[in-house]
T-cell receptor
Framework: GAVVSQHPSWVICKSGTSVKIECRSLDFQATTMFWYRQFPKQSLMLMATSNEGSKATYEQGVEKDKFLINHASLTLSTLTVTSAHPEDSSFYIC?????????????????FGPGTRLTVT | DAKTTQPPSMDCAEGRAANLPCNHSTISGNEYVYWYRQIHSQGPQYIIHGLKNNETNEMASLIITEDRKSSTLILPHATLRDTAVYYCIVRGLTGTASKLTFGTGTRLQVTL
């Protein structure tokens, strides 16, 4: 299957600083990338959707000025958590979708990265 | 909102088949049923998907009822490494419906 990587796999930062997380599709071009957040013992929550070269679309309740998403190329998306606070500590997971299988109305398969654990102290 | 209902947890003995049910009574005609699993502290892993026919791959089988209101994921010979949270997701083809929205899933515990 297709491979999606994230860097770093874990990060600890101080309150008030910013943290950047990278998501790369290693062997395919991702037309769309997604960012999820997962708190302990909870399910994944979609934060935002980004298409290459355009602004991200954020889910309701997600602050776009706090969670900056850049999707500058078909293989790279970044999530920057600005002015991080302890309540931002979470598991951040990206997902990449490649072009439609068979074109037309074919489904686009979606693959997930291994996640980045952010701890804000 | 997740459009599926799954039992919160299940146990299965190693070597036996694990049958994980999912209800999706409001599924639309052009929506697919997807299954992903998440092993602790990892990203979700794709397992299988289907529209209306039963599907099988090297990991699992997916049985979808004729009315498409429910489905069952079958792991034919569960191993300890199959212990994970399994998510059943209904997904459309385009727009908002094509996003993968995760519910609470089923926590499968495979035991010796």
């Amino acid at each position: 299957g297709a491979v999606v990587s994230q860097h770093p796999s874990w990060v600890i930062c101080k309150s008030g600083t910013s943290v950047k997380i990278e998501c790369r599709s290693l062997d395919f071009q991702a037309t769309t990338m997604f960012w999820y957040r997962q708190f302990p013992k909870q399910s994944l929550m979609l934060m935002a959707t980004s298409n290459e070269g355009s602004k991200a679309t954020y889910e309701q309740g997600v602050e776009k000025d706090k969670f900056l998403i850049n999707h500058a190329s078909l293989t790279l998306s970044t999530l920057t958590v600005t002015s991080a606070h302890p309540e931002d500590s979470s598991f951040y997971i990206c997902s990449a979708r490649r072009g439609s299988v068979g074109g037309g109305l074919g489904l686009s398969e979606q693959y997930f990265g291994p996640g980045t654990r952010l701890t804000v102290t | 909102d997740a459009k599926t209902t799954q039992p919160p947890s299940m146990d299965c003995a190693e070597g036996r088949a694990a049958n994980l049910p999912c209800n999706h009574s409001t599924i639309s005609g052009n929506e697919y049923v997807y299954w992903y699993r998440q092993i602790h502290s990892q990203g979700p892993q794709y397992i299988i998907h289907g529209l209306k026919n039963n599907e099988t791959n090297e990991m699992a089988s997916l049985i979808i009822t004729e009315d498409r209101k429910s489905s069952t994921l079958i792991l034919p010979h569960a191993t300890l490494r199959d212990t994970a949270v399994y998510y059943c997701i209904v997904r459309g083809l385009t727009g908002t419906a094509s996003k993968l929205t995760f519910g609470t899933g089923t926590r499968l515990q495979v035991t010796l």
